[in-house]
């Protein structure tokens, strides 16, 4: 029998954390636990969470679970099993800082693709890094399962810092197109293998097979996406903003009709079309701000009054279960196949070896396994190698605490027309951001 395990989520405090917990209470048999820490450097926000954590257990009558919550990093990781990182270096107040000094000056504001998402890097490397080391002090056994954005930089810091960590980085925006385009179209995401190949937040479907169906459906589904608008799924349900980018979906599958791409290829290959519909002084940030954390702040001053009916509003779709189907498969050695950001080596045989992608891998007792693929075409791997060059420049610059690396990357950036443009958002960001990044000279 599986002894009971301990798991600590770092960044507890995330308005994500609920759907987490409800996952990991739904897979009690592949994954018993007998402790959950929260731990997060915001005392407010983690003691919010743990007032709702509580009250789930306490709903399910899961008395026999403990919740730690800490900001003490010994009493998080000491003896744990896995850690599910969520970290958010700044918070929302960053993010919104990252999307509107980007906006102001004509640029995609956006949390991880274009200047936005190479400030929120910058700052997420620290913080990653002081994770990895913590648990590498405290529970170096320990397997760290990573959401925190941006995938693909904090990768490759990771990889150069802890080359033998056993951390797994992962993104759960496939899963969520995934569960959109079958709840759209009729069909059963579980019957589907999906290839793809890309880098986080950027890349292509080129084959799901329908198990069931016996054939690959993505032909019908790029026709059903050229002529059929995509509605946002269930757990997206309201948000005006996720529904603009499910829209241009379309766009992108009728003026590239041979793959299914992932759909924050938008801000890359259509800026103008999403600035268009941009609102410059209220992003995505405040959305969030006014929408997740507000409804948590909400729910946990409805249980210090003592209420106990309709607390708990979250949908959060395929996040939560998505983590925690891979900590099952690490923990039973069941070798499913999940999409997983590797170190290329050969993966995608004519993109750099060296450049981290997001794969599909099989994951069991002892890791990772990724697939190998065909070659990809040019016009792919053109899109894909510039972005790699400018990420391992914004690697580069954080270590080499180099103000040229990080311009270099800036300029690069694909959603950036100068670099003109580039050093005056560069300069601006350098000045927002002297609590969070190494300084640049």
């Not at 709702?52 to 990781?77: C, G, H, N, R």
């Not at 009709?257 to 759909?263: F, G, H, K």
Request: aromatic share 10%.
């Amino acid at each position: 029998m599986t002894m009971k395990k301990i798991i600590t989520i770092a960044g507890g405090g995330s308005t994500y954390t609920p759907g987490i917990i409800k996952a990991i209470l739904g897979q009690a048999k592949r994954l018993p636990v007998k402790e959950i820490r929260l731990y997060d450097n915001n005392q407010q926000r983690n003691e919010d969470m743990a007032l709702i954590i509580d009250f789930m257990l306490k709903q399910e009558q899961l008395t026999d679970i403990t919740l730690l919550v800490t900001e003490d990093p010994q009493k998080a990781f000491t003896g744990v099993d896995f850690i599910f990182s969520q970290i958010r270096v700044g918070g929302l107040k960053m993010r919104e800082k990252d999307e509107k000094i980007a906006l102001k000056h004509g640029l995609i504001g956006q949390e991880t693709c274009g200047l936005g998402g190479f400030a929120y890097g910058l700052r997420s490397i620290g913080g990653l890094l002081e994770i990895v080391g913590l648990v590498q002090k405290y529970a170096p056994d320990a397997w760290i399962l990573n959401y925190t954005n941006p995938e693909s930089i904090i990768s490759e810091a990771i990889r150069r810092s802890y080359p033998t960590a056993k951390m797994i980085n992962v993104c759960d925006m496939t899963i969520s197109l995934e569960e959109t385009l079958a709840e759209n179209y009729g069909y059963n995401r579980k019957n589907w293998i999906a290839t793809y190949y890309g880098l986080n937040h950027f890349g292509w479907y080129t084959e799901i097979y329908d198990k069931e169906l016996k054939r690959d459906v993505m032909p019908e589904l790029l026709e059903k996406l050229a002529n059929q608008e995509l509605k946002v799924a269930d757990f997206n349900a309201g948000d005006t903003s996720w529904q603009q980018t499910f829209t241009m979906l379309s766009v992108l599958a009728k003026n590239f009709p041979t793959q299914i791409p992932n759909n924050y290829l938008e801000y890359y290959l259509y800026p103008d079309m999403i600035l268009e519909h941009t609102d410059k002084n209220y992003t995505r940030a405040n959305m969030v701000m006014d929408g997740r954390e507000k409804k948590t702040k909400q729910m946990a001053q409805r249980i210090r009054n003592g209420e106990t009916k309709d607390i708990l509003d979250f949908n959060f779709g395929e996040h939560g279960q998505y983590i925690v189907d891979i900590a099952t498969s690490l923990l039973n050695d069941e070798h499913r196949r999940f999409m997983i950001i590797v170190p290329n080596n050969g993966s995608i045989p004519n993109l750099r070896a060296d450049a981290v992608v997001e794969v599909p891998a099989y994951v069991g007792a002892t890791g990772v396994e990724s697939i190998a693929l065909a070659p990809i075409n040019d016009f792919h791997k053109g899109l894909m190698e510039a972005q790699v060059a400018a990420e391992k420049l914004l690697v580069d610059a954080y270590f080499e605490g180099s103000y040229q690396k990080a311009l270099q990357a800036f300029t690069l950036n694909q959603t950036v027309p100068s670099a003109r443009i580039a050093k005056i958002v560069l300069d601006e960001m350098i000045e927002a951001n002297q609590e969070y990044w190494p300084k640049l000279t």
